[in-house]
């Protein structure tokens, strides 16, 4: 290859290494979370839900499907998690309000212990939550949580339509619940 | 100065050298081993945090994440049945390594498509030297090329040697902590313990109890018969761990509850000889209740 051709070839190859990674940067994103906007990142779904059966701190037992025709908004959270702790009584007061609308707020509790999972809705004044208890974190995997808090929301219909990461603020629930209450 | 015939196969040389490393690398990367809760949980990246594998992770997530597939195996699931109900809900970039399709295949895809590249233009420059006429030895042709076409060979051997030495001297592919079948085991059944499945939990510590006789190990065994409805083998277990420490509280009270649940007179006495051992332990106002109840 003659010394004027080099430096064409490097750079045509240096072209090709950019444009492969540029490729790749972009089929490897993440597909749909919409982090440009304000409050937590939030990516919209359309598909079943998964399956939510476990005992409720109440000792009763709690299993999603008996919600259909709810709206069910579902938060995951520990009392190990400051976050969580500002949330909680946002949530109580959400599913006070717009129970009437047929909106019922379900806390995952993952992780903790009963007693001071109990503790924090006292002091948070959520006692009116149903709070599923999963000791082990088995059913936010099956969720595909990947921290707390989160919150997904499930359709009148059974499917999950909303999946936020981080916590969700009275905004938040205001503008992506307020169109499925009333479409 | 080398000669043709030398440097050929000095080339043959080296690229049986660089084969021969390649062929080792994946003998050493790919070769089949037994998988394992960790080695599983090792091969997928913790979800929560930046650049740790679920194996090694302290998160919650990572921990339950490790749970779940130390379960799924224990119910009998196939490590790759594991593996794809975790991605069903992670996703394939859980995966460390990349996907076989898609994008992910192309990653695999590029360093043969590079070798090969690499190989056509070397192949392409040896046939053009082949062709050209060669020139008659003297002075003019034997210079400086020559002498850089040495440089270049000695390089090209010094990255292969460099190679071999990272290939051979390097501990294999476990980047991860070895796995271990004996924490899997303890984390189940303590993961089990907590969802009060004692008699499950029992069945695990009993048998690591066999390979690691551990008074800790075995007092969680008793505990577990003992809640169970075993209390046999609960008194059992936990005279066992009395005869090799006699002055063991939490085994002596074990000891006396199984005792209590079978219906034996000595009951009375072991759970005293609890109180004694640990007066302020935190069963021991329940124990004084139970003694008061049943007086002997």
């Known amino acids: ?183 | 100065m080398m000669r043709p015939m030398v440097r050929r196969l000095l080339l043959v040389g080296v690229t049986a050298a660089a084969l021969t490393v390649a062929g080792l690398a994946i003998w050493r990367t790919a070769a089949p081993r037994p998988e394992t809760a960790d080695t599983i949980a090792a091969q997928l990246r913790c979800p929560a945090c930046q650049g740790e594998s679920v194996a090694r992770s302290s998160s919650p997530v990572a921990a339950a994440m490790r749970e779940v597939i130390a379960t799924q195996l224990a119910e009998g699931r196939s490590p790759e049945q594991v593996r794809q109900w975790l991605i069903d809900r992670y996703g394939a970039e859980l995966l460390s390594d990349p996907p076989t399709a898609g994008w992910g295949l192309l990653l695999w895809l590029f360093p043969v498509v590079a070798t090969a590249i690499g190989a056509a233009v070397l192949v392409g420059r040896l046939r053009r030297g082949q062709a050209r006429p060669r020139r008659a030895p003297g002075r003019l042709a034997l210079g400086r090329p020559a002498r850089a076409g040495l440089t270049w060979d000695l390089l090209a051997i010094s990255i292969v040697a460099l190679a071999g030495v990272v290939a051979l001297a390097s501990p294999g592919r476990d980047p991860e902590p070895a796995s271990d079948p004996l924490a899997d085991a303890l984390s189940l059944a303590s993961s089990l313990e907590r969802q009060e499945r004692f008699a499950e939990a029992a069945a695990i510590y009993r048998e690591v109890a066999e390979s690691q006789p551990i008074s800790a190990i075995r007092l969680r065994l008793a505990y577990c018969l003992l809640r169970s409805g075993q209390p046999a083998e609960a008194a059992e277990t936990a005279a066992g761990v009395i005869d090799d420490e006699p002055t063991n509280p939490q085994a002596v009270l074990l000891l006396g509850l199984a005792q209590r649940a079978q219906g034996l007179a000595e009951a009375s006495t072991t759970l005293q000889r609890f109180l004694e051992l640990d007066p302020g332990h935190e069963a021991a106002p329940q124990v004084r209740r139970l003694l008061e109840q049943a007086p002997s």
Not at chain 1, 39 to 60: I, Y
Not at chain 1, 62 to 91: M, Q
């Open chain 1, 1 to 183: 290859m003659s010394a004027a051709r080099r430096p064409t070839a490097v750079l045509l190859a240096a072209l090709a290494f950019v444009l492969l990674g540029a490729g790749l940067a972009a089929g490897l994103r993440d597909e749909s979370a919409e982090s440009s906007e304000p409050g937590p990142a939030t990516v919209t779904l359309d598909r079943p839900a998964p399956d939510l059966v476990g005992s409720a701190l109440d000792g009763s037992r709690f299993d999603l499907t008996d919600y259909r025709g709810s709206i069910v908004v579902i938060n995951v959270w520990a009392s190990w998690c400051a976050p969580c702790r500002t949330e909680l009584p946002l949530l109580a007061e959400a599913a006070r309000t717009w129970s009437a609308d047929g909106v019922v707020v379900v806390g995952l509790n993952v992780r903790d212990s009963a007693e001071a999972a109990q503790v924090l809705l006292d002091e948070a004044e959520a006692t009116n939550l149903i709070t599923v208890a999963d000791p082990t974190g088995a059913l936010a995997v099956s969720w595909g949580v990947r921290g707390v808090p989160e919150t997904f929301v499930v359709d009148r219909a059974g499917r999950l339509r909303l999946w936020a990461q981080g916590v969700v603020d009275a905004a938040w629930l205001r503008e992506r619940l307020g169109p499925m209450v009333q479409p």
